[in-house]
């Protein structure tokens, strides 16, 4: 079948599953289960509408359940078992990852990642806010830092991974950070994702140069959002723009600027596509989930696989939970 008549298909049998479900479901409350009409209607009629909501909210909650709360739980059972799920093994599963040398170097980079990248990005994002609102082309300079979070995150590390690569020395350099590096006097092309420590950070500018475009926008929504009478005193007591700017302005955007800082950090922890794509985990660059997608996929090993899936959970939640209120403390 031509996928694009596939697709309408699968759209029009989703709509029309969706209308069918709300109006069939709601006519077998109100005519079946709770018919307006004898003795009890009034009682009928109330029972029928405190029911009514839930029937909105099930398909919504049956899919969370389906495709969030089941996953969760099937894969802490699961870091329970072998490595072929035929024995149950406690939590030897949690012991032999702790002791391995990858899982090791895994959290001390994804901790490396949780200080930087979400400071850098924040920074860079709350700089290009307050710069562009300052000049006359600012919504342009906007859309262009904001058009890496269009690219996904694998064809952003296909483009660095141009930057960053090295012909022999002789060739002319299709990387342009070789191409710089040799014209400012470097006596050889370097293999930047292959040197300790510093490949980090080279894949973590990638991460940074996609979220400085979404802390930008939510940033610059917060400072047009501060009163001018404030901003007008401080002018008149003689504050200078940097006073202005740390003392006036970031004070009271602080909750959006945490918020922010907290969401990037949840990317953070969750971060594969970038590493996978352009490092694959060698020289020292392993982060927590492509130690799990090596443990699953390639090794087989569905107990450790689990439990370091368990891991990521574990610190991403509390983080989730406190971004969540923070937005909700926020809205009010």
């Given at each position: ?10 759209i ?26 004898g ?16 029937l ?29 799920l035929g024995?149950?093994?406690g ?41 562009t ?11 262009l830092v ?19 690569d ?17 014209g400012?006097?470097?006596?050889e ?16 500018i ?41 003392k ?17 950090t ?19 660059t392993?982060?927590?989930a ?13 107990g ?7 891991v990521?959970m ?8 406190w ?10």
């Open positions: 079948m031509h996928p694009a008549l596939l697709a309408v298909i699968t029009a049998i989703g709509v029309g599953g969706c209308i069918g479900y709300f109006y069939l479901s709601n006519l077998f409350l109100d005519k079946v289960l709770f018919p307006a009409k003795p009890n209607i009034g009682q009928n009629i109330n029972r029928a509408n405190a029911i009514r909501p839930w909105f909210l099930f398909p919504a909650m049956f899919a969370l359940g389906l495709y969030l709360a089941y996953p969760v739980f099937e894969t802490l059972r699961l870091s329970f078992f072998n490595r072929s024995q149950y093994v939590f030897d599963n949690y012991a032999r990852m702790f002791g391995e040398p990858k899982f090791l170097e895994a959290l001390r980079n994804n901790f490396l990642w949780l200080l930087i990248v979400p400071a850098a990005s924040t920074a860079f994002g709350l700089m290009a806010a307050q710069l609102d300052r000049i006359k082309w600012g919504n342009l300079a906007k859309s904001f058009m890496p979070m269009a690219i996904s995150f694998v064809g952003a590390s296909v483009i660095w991974k141009l930057v960053y090295a012909k022999p020395l002789g060739q002319e350099q299709i990387g342009i950070l070789n191409a710089i590096y040799l400012l006097g470097g006596s092309p370097q293999q930047w994702l292959t040197i300790p420590l510093w490949n980090n950070m080279f894949l973590m990638v991460l940074i140069w996609i979220q400085t475009g979404f802390a930008m926008v939510i940033l610059s929504a917060a400072l047009r959002g501060i009163p001018e009478e404030t901003i007008e005193a401080a002018i008149i007591d003689g504050a200078n723009p940097f006073q202005i700017f740390f006036i302005k970031v004070p009271q955007i602080a909750g959006t600027i945490v918020v922010v800082w907290t969401t990037i949840l990317v953070v922890l969750k971060i594969f596509d970038i590493v996978f794509a352009m490092t694959n985990g060698q020289w020292n392993q982060v927590l492509n130690y799990m997608y090596d443990k699953l996929f390639r090794a087989g090993d569905w450790v696989g689990s439990a370091s899936a368990i990521i574990v610190l991403v939640l509390p983080i989730l939970v971004n969540v209120r923070s937005a909700r403390k926020e809205m009010r």
